[in-house]
């Protein structure tokens, strides 16, 4: 099995990270905001989902999660962190098939790859 607290945060940089009504609520909460306030703050729209996670610079993948610590590569809101990545990877997670088969490749077990194709 993968263990995420090896991963450099590749779900955290998906495109789109949608969010639910419910979401945006537990992030007010999680930060004492109003509704409204947390929508504004934290979420932009997007053409596929009412409510899309706002992102940030990363150097590893260009564009990250908001809410990840980039030099730390963990989740700063992990307790109020959305549904869909409570519910990740939900079978099996392409970055760890990925990693695999590339440690496997070049025989070195402690490999981690990013976009740029330069190891960690």
Same mark, same amino acid.
């Given at each position: $099995?993968?263990?995420?607290?090896? *991963?450099p945060g ?5 495109? @789109? #990270?949608? @969010?639910? /009504?419910?979401?945006?609520?537990? @992030?007010?909460?999680? &930060?004492? @905001?109003?509704?409204?306030? %947390?929508?504004?703050? &934290? =979420?932009?729209?997007?053409?596929? %989902? /009412?409510?899309? $996670? !706002? +992102?940030?610079?990363?150097?590893? &993948?260009? !564009? #990250?999660? +908001? &809410? ?7 989740? =700063? ?7 869909? *990545? ?5 079978? +099996? ?7 695999? %088969?590339?440690?496997? #490749?070049?025989n070195d077990? =402690? ?6 194709? /330069?190891?960690?």
């Amino acid at each position: $099995m993968y263990n995420c607290n090896k *991963c450099p945060g590749y779900c955290c940089s998906y495109p @789109l #990270i949608a @969010l639910t /009504k419910r979401d945006v609520e537990r @992030l007010a909460k999680h &930060f004492d @905001l109003g509704f409204e306030e %947390a929508r504004k703050k &934290f =979420t932009k729209v997007d053409a596929w %989902a /009412k409510y899309a $996670m !706002r +992102r940030k610079k990363d150097k590893i &993948f260009g !564009r #990250i999660c +908001r &809410f990840f610590d980039t030099d730390e590569r963990r989740c =700063t809101i992990y307790e109020a962190r959305p549904a869909t *990545c409570r519910s990740y990877p939900g079978g +099996r997670c392409g970055y760890y098939d990925f990693l695999s %088969a590339e440690r496997n #490749i070049q025989n070195d077990p =402690t490999f981690i790859a990013t976009t740029d194709n /330069k190891a960690l």
